[in-house]
């Protein structure tokens, strides 16, 4: 009787120790459980993966809307940038063209400096909550501003919170005015605002934009033009 009995009690520990051993708490259960759900339905930023070159790691560019180098063969095959209200389309977009504003020296740019900017270059804040260049008439803006940071877009109640170490300016085309004249106006707006801000105009490649890359951009735009029927050939 008396094994019998230390023999049970060996069973109950051995048992005991393996509920210890083996048993997780509900609550961690759950929180892992969390966290494979967050995992699982956790939705990427446009441009996330990608890092903006003159920034620091912590710095996830937007690069909204996907970015290529202009004139690629390719052009039709981007991500298509957010549909604006009113002006969407079937189709995805021909041509994006691309310009960066970056601070000279990484330093970054504070949203009450940006604000100022952009209204002096007469840019309006509107839908998905960046910036535009509108066309009398024309639902579709002639091209737009974002923040180089995701998700791309600017809070309006946090104008003297926030700062970012740059900007993406876009096209798409077609474009409600000729391809040639959308790239000179944004390329103006650039220029003015980088100006204000002390700070670079980068192309399509982030490198500084020069005039050999601006005729090649706007002879693009020539040709894009013609082969749109924008502009007549003799």
Known sequence: MDNLRLILILIGLVVLALIVLFHKPAGQTQRNHARWRQAVRREPHLGEGKTDSRGGDDDRAAHWPDQSETGSGQDRHHTRPPELAGGATAEPPDKIVYLYICR?????????????????AGLSFGEMSIFHRRHEGATQPVFSMANLTAPGHFNPSQWNLFDTPGVTLFLTLPAPVTALDAWDAMLATAQRISGLLDADVLDDGKCLLTRQRIAQIREEMREYDRQSGMIKTE
Do not use: V
């Not at 000279?104 to 002096?120: F, P, Q, V």
């Open 104 to 120: 000279r020296g990484d330093k970054r740019i504070s949203g009450s400096e940006l604000l100022d900017a952009a209204i002096k």
